[in-house]
């Protein structure tokens, strides 16, 4: 059997609880490297926009309100010629425009999602003839069917697919296992378990399939005796609608005094244990260059970077980078 | 339009909630180099004794109370004496005998600016004639005019000017924005806006005027929205009594989950044009040594360098140091 | 006077709040020589077993409950293996089942005894005929004499002793100092002052003397100005007992805002003096490889591991290791 492997990461580069890297063109150009050693095919802008900073110079995002800086840098122009240069797929990230957007209500989140409509408008306009443009990934990170969420994705993933040809578009939702609350932004969130994952995602879904290309769970919101209940069960269910489903086998450790060390191996080793016996066939992660690169502020990054490359077979290890 | 600089820092050997380098003689002569290559001119020690530990052997300090441990280093005469080779200027921090002080009642605050006349008198007899002894910095960080607060800056600033002819004295004071009752010790702060601080320092600057020569407001406690206000305000304020005006820029990130990580460059940035727009002149950091120098024990205040030297276009680069 | 040395360290592999450095056997070879050039003789498991994961293939642990990963590197045999390479003695340190063990009660206490009988078993029927394998830590930290715990003590030494033909044994409590309660995971426990704790730990002596070797208290749940009462205190008690008594000087800062940096070397300075005041003899600390080592996460580490050797007159510095 082939280990599940890491064949993907989120670029966090508009940044909401981690601490940020300071890179410039040259720092970043040195870490795609390292990922394509890892095995990495496919990086995923985690988000466009947040808290005033903005990962292009959009004229859209600012006509919508709200204090926002010209970036120094435009981080997409610059993922794009990294990840051609590398030979990398880019997926860009649509924006997130309130801190609080679980608890949006239905109108609000319906109202956001024409704005995103505008913002994937102005990506692709921007960005479309690009080489290294492979896809979309639509930043709403929930754990349930709040009202107006299905429709939410619809609206994106449709726009996204429709203005770029067909391109696939990503999702990467979070289970409600029983660390949802201390690790999610909404105090109401409660831990429903494996069944009330079943309902709530099978009415998503049921609205997104053929929208939605590829569905991968962040998997840090279970313990990790509950987590194979919620893999299985989510595999099962994209099965049943078509939709890919890997992994998001988070590298930070969500159970350090303090947010966030790369996770301890071992921990991680078993998380690709779970996926793999539950089906999944690829792994992305958040993320690689805080959590398992050799550039990380976190030097144990660059160790867990040698731990998995010693478990996919790989020859590259972090002394290599420095 | 020449760019506003940053010229000048912070040292925080007796650190308050900052962990320590453990950094002897050597390594803190590599990073003054360091200091000096990024257009450094000035450092001022934050404070000269916190919670038992000294800065130098002082007798005054113990004499008045508590229990306090023999330095191993003479940290003042150790950056003197670096200050003198690297060719900066050092300003001497007063001492901080209570971690409460904001709280202190008028008495107490009279009482504690006689010990404060003492350890200036001590201090300029130890080292008031060493070349680099450019001047003070009274070490009392508020954002209100308490009961006794300008009369403390009064006695010490004008003892200060006295015993040594006139070197000029700097305060840092903060901004009463709306991230302050977080970010202070005192919790009965309150968000007064730019109204309230102008009332408030109006009444302070009255009563230092002649005796303060520099004030540089940590830029860290509003939100960069609000921060345009009480930059300008404070500009205007500082013209009209005379008073030199300086930003703290601070390079630490206040927005992040633990305290604190160097800040990100665009925020830095940011905050300052936004300095430079309300017509100050020069910058200075709390601090150089933890978040933005290539010493750093965060690996992330090496890039910060690097951004700022590339913005104040400075050849200078982290790698130089290592 | 000669200097009180640390000649000890505890390895925290199987790590409770402190994050993993995700090293392998390269890596932790690196770090048994820094240790040995520090002066270090001695290396104490801090545990066996936490939290699912294993620190050697068991068939004990997950025998009596619960989900355990098996472990991709058996940590025991390397660590006797590292310890053999490098001339030092490794103590090996009993399971922690359950995270809030200092609240079982005395039935718990009792039951949970008998399981680390079987363990201690188990450990010495795979390593006891190491050569490096000196003696045993028992892990259970504890500060009074909860029902059960004084027995706890004697039915893990005694047995410890028993199938090793009497290898030493240590322990390492901690003292009931003012910040015992921040510290500590029982809520209910509270700062008993120097009095309670010679009433609590007489008992303890008086049932363990004979079987428990050496008494090894963590320093860091009191503050410098009770740790000389606690200190002198502990030594009297350990003379009448006749149990060897070191002190173990913690490296990390307990008075940070996060968990937790390398402690400031003054401070490690101070209490090292204080505990050769009180007469003792050897130091060891938790823990070199985090807090002092050239190779840990945490880069002031290798300053403190520099500041140390300049203490102790040792010629090794960290640039040395890298």
Known sequence: MSKLRITGTFLDEISYDIPHHNWGPEEW??????????????????????????????????????????????????????AE????????????????????????????AKVQVEIIDEIQSLYGHRKAFAGWYITNEICRNYPGAA????????????VTGGKPVMISPFFAGSKV????????????????????????????????????????????????????????????????????????DRDMPWRFPPIKWEKMLWKLEQAESAGMTDALTFEFSHFMSPHSMYPTAGHLYDRYCEYAGLPARAKDFR
């Not at 797929?89 to 949006?104: H, K, N, Q, S, W």
């Not at 429709?151 to 429709?162: G, L, N, T």
């Not at 209940?229 to 269910?237: D, M, R």
């Open 29 to 82: 150009d040195a870490d795609f490297a390292a990922m394509k050693a890892m095995g990495i095919q496919k990086v995923f802008l985690i988000r466009c926009c947040l808290h005033k900073f903005l990962a292009y110079p959009s004229k859209v995002i600012p006509a919508h309100g709200g204090l926002w800086h010209q970036p120094p840098v435009d981080w997409i122009d610059l993922f794009l010629t990294l």
């Open 85 to 112: 240069k590398h030979g990398l797929e880019f997926y860009a990230g649509t924006g997130v425009r309130d801190d609080l957007y679980p608890e949006l209500n239905e109108q609000a989140r319906l109202d956001d």
């Open 151 to 162: 429709e939410q994705f619809v609206m994106e993933a449709s726009h996204a697919k429709k």
């Open 181 to 252: 609350r201390e690790a999610a932004s909404d105090p109401t969130l409660e831990f429903f378990g494996v069944e009330g994952h079943v309902k709530h995602w099978t009415q998503i879904f049921e609205a997104i399939k053929g929208l939605v290309d590829i569905v991968a769970f962040q998997d840090g919101h279970a313990e990790l005796d509950e987590l194979p209940g919620f893999l299985t069960a989510t595999a099962e269910l994209a099965k049943k609608y078509g939709v890919t489903c890997w992994t998001n086998v988070e590298s930070f």
